[in-house]
Structures are given as C-alpha cells and as structure tokens.
C-alpha cells in the first residue's frame, strides 16, 4: 500500500513570496491534516479535512494561509505571502474515517523563508 | 499553553540504559497515540491506547495510559541505537476529534 505523498520536499523562498504544496494521502482515506511543524516542536494542526469539507481551521492563519481538497482526495496548502516565521515542516496526514485516531504521515515539506 | 505537556524535552543516554518520558494534561482524552519521529521523516504511530490504566507492550516499549485518561508515559528498557529520535504524544481531548501534540521527547542513544 502506497503511503502519503508530498511534494515539493524542500522549498526555499524569500519574504513576502508566494509558495504551494501538495499532498495525496492513503487511497480511501476521508480525513487528511495539514500540520506545521517549527524546529524543536511538536506537529501544530493547521488544517482538517472530512471528504472534501472542512472539520477544523481554527489554527490556520487565514489572512496568508489557504488550503483546499476539492474532490475529496489530493490537497494543497498555499502561503501567500511568506513570512519569515513560516519556516518549518509542513506534514500531511491521513486516516480513515472510522479510525480517526490513527494517523499516517508524509514525509514532509521543509520550507525555509529568506 | 500546551494541551499535552511532555517530558524531559530531552535526553541523551548510553545503550543499555532504561528510560521513561511522561505526557501530561490536565484534560481527558478518549485517546492517547505515541509517536516516533525521525529526522527528515513524518511521525509514525507506536501504539493508542484507549482504556484508563491500560498497558501496552512493543517489544522493549511499555506504554501505560493514566486511570483517569489524563496523563501517559512510554518506558524504554535496554535502549538501543535505533530508539533515537523524537516521540511524540497526541491525542483529542474530550469528545472532539481534533487531534492536538505534545512538544515532543528528543532521545539520543549513545552506542
């Protein structure tokens, strides 16, 4: 069974640029996450996705921060504009529905802003 | 103010050394997942457990749910080499399902 992909794995950015990732998580699996997390931290939850609606964005920071999953499968995550405090990992995350609890990651995509 | 405390922040120990990290809240949780966390590499589950005063055991790792659902605590026995990386605590408080982290155990097991 393929895992959770993500792309790009490392981007790096200056201030004030405009960046996306993307994520296709397990097959069949309803939920997916989009998690930040900052060196020397845990996981932050940015984003939950049930299908292709929206369970919790009480975290994402909505004025540089958009997320979508429409059709319920692969996602994106976009930061427009970057700040410096933005680096970090973003991780995607996905589970079934009936075992919300179990949850596979990606590998990661380690931003760096300039 | 973190929902899930975790400690030490850190630890650096020999092979062969026992250990033990501890997750804390002051919240119930329906749940508790531990995680382990390799550099460049997404967080994969060791265990969930469930049930107040549960124990659970992965080969050399013990993990032990709180009777009150509130607190946790993964016990390493004979650590190795391989047990390094960060660990991680998470769980959804109450009856939401929104899964929160802790701040992670940073383990260097020195050969």
């Known amino acids: 069974e393929a895992g959770v992909a993500q792309s790009p794995r490392y981007k790096i950015i200056e201030k004030r640029q405009s960046v996306a990732f993307w994520c296709n998580p397990i097959?069949?699996?309803?939920?997916l996450y989009w998690y930040q997390q900052i060196l020397g931290q845990g996981p932050k939850l940015l984003i939950q996705f049930q299908n292709n609606g929206v369970v919790d964005d009480s975290q994402l920071p909505k004025d540089r921060f958009s997320a979508e999953r429409l059709k319920g499968v692969d996602s994106t995550l976009k930061i427009q504009p970057a700040k410096l405090e933005d680096s970090a990992v973003y991780l995607c995350?996905?589970?079934?529905?009936?075992?919300?609890?179990?949850?596979?990651f990606g590998p990661g995509t380690r931003l760096t802003v300039l | 103010t973190q929902l899930l405390e975790q400690s030490p922040q850190f630890l650096s120990i020999q092979e062969g050394e026992n250990l033990t990290v501890y997750c804390n809240s002051s919240s119930v949780f329906s749940s508790l997942q531990w995680y382990r966390q390799e550099p460049g590499e997404g967080p994969v589950l060791l265990v969930t457990v469930v049930t107040g005063g549960e124990v659970k055991k992965l080969k050399r790792l013990t993990f032990q749910f709180g009777d009150a659902r509130k607190d946790s605590s993964l016990h390493i026995t004979a650590a190795q080499p391989g047990d390094t990386g960060l660990y991680l605590c998470a769980g959804a408080a109450g009856g939401s399902y929104i899964p929160t982290f802790g701040r992670g155990t940073s383990l260097i097991v020195h050969p």
């Open positions: 097959s069949g699996h309803a939920t």
């Open positions: 995350a996905s589970s079934e529905l009936a075992h919300w609890n179990t949850q596979y």
